[in-house]
């Protein structure tokens, strides 16, 4: 028969060993969190500028494919482009790559089963807010991303060129 300060010791020591346990656990859970919020993170601001320069470019494909001429659809292209506001320090604001701006009415004669178009393309740079390295692999080079996207839309107002 064990006496009972014996117990009460046994007890004290299961107590204060499950206090332990419980102190590594509870960090370990707040050091995934930490990781997890970050990555969420990254992946939001991502996210964000991807979707930024997707509807940029489009909204400029689209308005470029209003003109008439080239000059004046790279001008309402840019114009277009700047109603898509970045925060300019994560997300910077969409440009036009214009040496990859093509605007093609085929001179008002396009070849048959062909229609004149307009190609935009924009590119943004995005900025990782916690970049973290996993077994040697990370996000981009020096914490940032540039994203690039290119839309075709047929153009809606040729210039008639009468023969």
Do not use: W
């Given at each position: 028969m064990k006496s009972k300060k014996s117990q009460t010791n046994h007890?004290?020591?299961?107590?204060?060993?499950?206090?332990?346990?419980?102190?590594?656990?509870?960090?370990?859970?707040?050091?995934?969190?930490?990781?997890?919020?970050?990555?969420?993170?990254?992946?939001?601001?991502?996210?964000?500028?991807?979707?930024?320069?997707?509807?940029?470019?489009?909204?400029?494909?689209?308005?470029?494919?209003?003109?008439?001429?080239?000059?004046?659809?790279?001008?309402?292209?840019?114009?277009?482009?700047?109603?898509?506001?970045?925060?300019?320090?994560?997300v910077t604001q969409p440009t036009i790559n214009t040496s990859a701006?093509?605007?093609?009415?085929?001179?008002?004669?396009?070849?048959?089963?062909t229609s004149p178009y307009v190609q935009v393309t924009t590119s943004s740079n995005v900025r990782i807010p916690a970049p973290i390295v996993f077994f040697g692999a990370k996000f981009g080079s020096g914490g940032s991303l540039t994203f690039t996207r290119t839309y075709t839309f047929p153009i809606v107002k040729t210039q008639l060129y009468l023969l």
């Open positions: 007890a004290c020591q299961m107590r204060s060993g499950s206090v332990g346990s419980a102190i590594i656990e509870l960090s370990i859970i707040a050091s995934l969190l930490v990781v997890i919020t970050l990555l969420c993170a990254n992946v939001g601001i991502i996210a964000l500028a991807s979707t930024i320069n997707d509807s940029a470019c489009r909204d400029a494909a689209r308005a470029a494919a209003q003109a008439s001429s080239s000059s004046t659809a790279l001008k309402l292209a840019q114009a277009a482009i700047k109603a898509h506001y970045a925060d300019g320090y994560f701006f093509v605007y093609q009415d085929y001179a008002g004669n396009p070849p048959p089963a």
